[in-house]
């Protein structure tokens, strides 16, 4: 799997990063929003992890929203201290698959990221008759 992680925390990226590379994954970097965003746009993913408040002029939303405008369909896990649900749902209704709140587990960020990308691929293989 391919994924695209947005992060501005160096501890929290690496440690994301390290697991998912060592899980078989290719993962490219970003630590802030706007080069996020390029990459985002520039380059095709199975997967997004992206941190909700990033350096840059852009955040994890405003990454979110422009790639939906675009038609861009790759699932998007938010990874966020913000933890209020009003948070939260903001979160999921400006486009992103899942969200998931600081502190966590690498298992279920893992698990996530699999479920998201499972899912995605099932609708693409879908016939339409």
């Known amino acids: ?4 992680l947005v992060e501005d925390n160096e501890r929290v990226a690496s440690f994301v990063r390290k697991g998912l590379e060592e899980g078989g994954h290719v993962v490219d970097y ?3 929003g706007r080069d996020g965003l390029f990459l985002a746009s520039t380059e095709r993913y199975d997967a997004m992890v992206l941190d909700r408040m990033l350096p840059g002029g852009v955040d994890g939303l405003g990454i ?3 790639l939906r405008k675009t038609g861009n369909k790759t699932p998007v896990l938010i990874l966020s201290a913000l933890a209020d649900v009003q948070e939260r749902i903001a979160g999921l209704r400006a486009g992103g698959d899942d969200y998931l ?4 587990a690498f298992g279920e960020l893992a698990a996530r990221l699999d479920a998201l990308v499972r899912r995605s691929q099932a609708v693409e293989s879908q016939t339409v008759l």
């Open 1 to 4: 799997m391919k994924v695209l």
């Open 64 to 66: 979110i929203e422009a």
């Open 101 to 104: 709140t600081k502190p966590f």
């Open 30 to 32: 970003a630590d802030n």
